[in-house]
């Protein structure tokens, strides 16, 4: 059975870091792309990063371009989001969600979901 | 405002069939297959069509997308309760980046 499992949530003050962990588990995890998807609660959902498979391709969403980086590590079957110059905006439940095929890039079929990590920014 | 259009509200009454929209354009759903997801209140999204058209197991064939150019559509015939929920388009789009709709949400009456 697929198990993601997020982790490193919290609340941040404006302007500092965190970094978010996932945790896989159940599949051969180097060969699927792992994304990050956000949601505030209450509201709808947003694509915030991907990976692929092999750490080759990488995406950002605009409104995190430049401040969030995607990153994996095989041997570990982990995902990182490190989130840099974190603003009130990013105030979300992140979730770490798997793409359903493998091999495939620019895909978002996303058949595993993890139950997500809260961040909140805030002073 | 997402650069994915779906109604962000559509109703109907247990039997009917209803159709949601999905706009977008010539560098996401115009070259680029189309998913739709489900959210119920509390839950996690879960996969409801991919590939514009085809179903993941277990998913009733009550549920079928369709794509038109820029436009995809889920249709959800013979409406239930349980289908009461929230539903997102999403699509990869040329410029990199994954794009979700902003979600329509389905009353069932």
């Known amino acids: 059975e697929v198990h993601l499992v997020e982790s490193g949530g919290g609340l941040i003050q404006p302007g500092r870091s965190l970094r978010l962990s996932c945790a896989a588990s159940?599949?051969?995890?180097?060969?699927?792309?792992i994304h990050w998807v956000r949601q505030v609660p209450g509201k709808g959902l947003e694509w915030v990063s991907g990976?692929?498979?092999?750490?080759?391709?990488?995406g950002y969403a605009g409104s995190v371009q430049g401040r969030f980086t995607i990153s994996r590590d095989n041997a570990r079957n982990s995902v990182y989001l490190q989130m840099d110059g974190l603003q009130s905006e990013d105030t979300a439940l992140y979730y770490c969600?798997?793409?359903?095929?493998?091999?495939?890039?620019?895909?978002?079929?996303?058949?595993?979901w993890g139950q997500g990590t809260l961040v909140t920014v805030s002073s | 405002q997402s650069v994915l259009t779906q109604p962000p509200s559509m109703s109907g009454t247990p039997g009917q069939r209803v159709t949601i929209s999905c706009s977008g354009s010539?560098?996401?759903?115009?070259?680029?297959?189309v998913n739709w997801y489900q959210q119920v209140p509390g839950g996690t999204p879960k996969l409801l069509i991919f590939?514009?058209?085809q179903r993941p197991s277990g998913v009733p064939d009550r549920f079928s997308g369709s794509k038109s150019g820029t436009s995809a559509s889920l249709a959800i015939s013979g409406l239930q309760s349980e289908d009461e929920a929230t539903y997102y388009c999403?699509?990869?789009?040329?410029?990199?980046?994954?794009?979700f709709g902003g979600g329509t949400k389905l009353t069932v009456l």
């Open positions: 010539t560098s996401n759903i115009g070259t680029n297959s």
């Open positions: 590939g514009n058209t």
């Open positions: 159940g599949f051969t995890f180097n060969e699927y792309a």
């Open positions: 990976i692929s498979w092999n750490s080759g391709s990488k």
């Open positions: 969600v798997k793409d359903q095929d493998e091999f495939r890039w620019q895909w978002l079929a996303l058949d595993s």
């Open positions: 999403v699509v990869w789009d040329n410029n990199l980046m994954g794009l």
